[in-house]
């Protein structure tokens, strides 16, 4: 019994299985050889041995899958758990581990992912899904995002980790890059510092939120800004390039500051065209 306990639930699954398969197989050779002469009964015999043969794969099956279905359940658990214990641990090698558990989450189909207050530092992710992920209090520092799906998620209260001073603002390396991106309806709104956030390469930005934030060394490059809101919003030495101001939501409040450059960009309000 001590042997059989430790066995995987596999190797139970199979012994098991070999074991019923054993004993309908010698149920009926039994009752053939008992009554070899009677036709009816030996083909009634036939049919109730392979219906339960069918029947018993069929429950294999159901089992199986059901199995399965737990068992990634209990990953996604597990992965989560680990994901809480990364929490506030601002170094590199945290980071390396909670990008690990984001793969293995995706490939359990899990992309709901709350990772709040966590850190990225040298991060690349390629065609990665984050819709409806939470970033919101994180710490980036020099991430990037290329051609990845992160609609309806929040970025509020993020912060570009260990930029020291306002010598590292003109640094691009510590930049939070999103290129050719799917960002519609993320949410940036609130955030007091929002250092260089580069967005480019055709971002999609449309329906997205910046209401109550101040963006520093900031570039939107040949994104579509379609009914992007930027009300009260506040900008500090930011690039806009490409960009049609006709079809963003500015509201009255919104600031720049007169080292904002506008490059190639249409209808730019009466307010922003002294500061070109």
């Given at each position: 019994?001590?042997?059989?306990?430790?066995?995987?639930?596999?190797?139970?699954?199979?012994?098991?299985?070999?074991?019923?398969?054993?004993?309908?197989?010698?149920?009926?050779?039994?009752?053939?050889?008992?009554?070899?002469?009677?036709?009816?009964?030996q083909q009634g015999i036939m049919t109730e041995a392979f219906g339960f043969i069918a029947d018993i794969i069929l429950f294999g099956i159901a089992i199986t899958l059901y199995e399965n279905f737990w068992k990634s359940k209990e990953q996604i658990n597990r992965y989560l758990e680990e994901l809480e214990d990364y929490r506030g641990w601002n170094e590199k090698e945290a980071s390396y581990r909670v990008f690990g558990l984001i793969k293995r989450l995706h490939k359990l189909n899990k992309y709901d992912i709350n990772l709040s207050t966590c850190y990225?530092?040298?991060?690349?992710?390629?065609?990665?899904?984050?819709?409806?992920?939470?970033?919101?209090?994180?710490?980036?520092?020099?991430?990037?995002?290329?051609?990845?799906?992160?609609?309806?998620?929040?970025?509020?209260?993020?912060?570009?980790?260990?930029?020291?001073?306002?010598?590292?603002?003109?640094?691009?390396?510590?930049?939070?890059?999103?290129?050719?991106?799917?960002?519609?309806?993320?949410?940036?709104?609130?955030?007091?510092?929002?250092?260089?956030?580069?967005?480019?390469?055709?971002?999609?930005?449309?329906?997205?939120?910046?209401?109550?934030?101040?963006?520093?060394?900031?570039?939107?490059?040949?994104?579509?800004?379609?009914?992007?809101?930027?009300?009260?919003?506040?900008?500090?030495?930011?690039?806009?390039?490409?960009?049609?101001?006709?079809?963003?939501?500015?509201?009255?409040?919104?600031?720049?500051?007169?080292?904002?450059?506008?490059?190639?960009?249409?209808?730019?309000?009466?307010?922003?065209?002294?500061?070109?």
């Amino acid at each position: 019994m001590k042997v059989f306990n430790e066995l995987s639930m596999e190797s139970k699954r199979i012994y098991f299985f070999a074991f019923v398969l054993f004993i309908v197989v010698l149920v009926q050779f039994t009752f053939v050889r008992e009554y070899i002469n009677n036709n009816d009964f030996q083909q009634g015999i036939m049919t109730e041995a392979f219906g339960f043969i069918a029947d018993i794969i069929l429950f294999g099956i159901a089992i199986t899958l059901y199995e399965n279905f737990w068992k990634s359940k209990e990953q996604i658990n597990r992965y989560l758990e680990e994901l809480e214990d990364y929490r506030g641990w601002n170094e590199k090698e945290a980071s390396y581990r909670v990008f690990g558990l984001i793969k293995r989450l995706h490939k359990l189909n899990k992309y709901d992912i709350n990772l709040s207050t966590c850190y990225f530092e040298n991060i690349v992710f390629y065609e990665d899904k984050f819709m409806g992920f939470n970033f919101s209090k994180m710490y980036f520092n020099k991430t990037v995002f290329n051609s990845c799906d992160i609609s309806s998620s929040k970025f509020n209260e993020i912060s570009c980790y260990k930029i020291l001073d306002y010598r590292s603002f003109s640094n691009a390396s510590f930049a939070i890059k999103f290129s050719h991106c799917n960002l519609y309806l993320s949410d940036f709104s609130n955030n007091k510092n929002l250092f260089l956030l580069i967005f480019n390469n055709e971002s999609n930005l449309k329906g997205s939120n910046f209401n109550n934030s101040v963006l520093k060394y900031s570039t939107f490059d040949s994104v579509n800004l379609t009914n992007a809101s930027f009300e009260n919003a506040e900008f500090i030495n930011c690039i806009f390039k490409d960009i049609d101001f006709e079809i963003i939501r500015f509201g009255e409040k919104v600031k720049f500051n007169d080292k904002c450059k506008f490059e190639n960009c249409k209808n730019i309000p009466n307010g922003f065209r002294d500061l070109n």
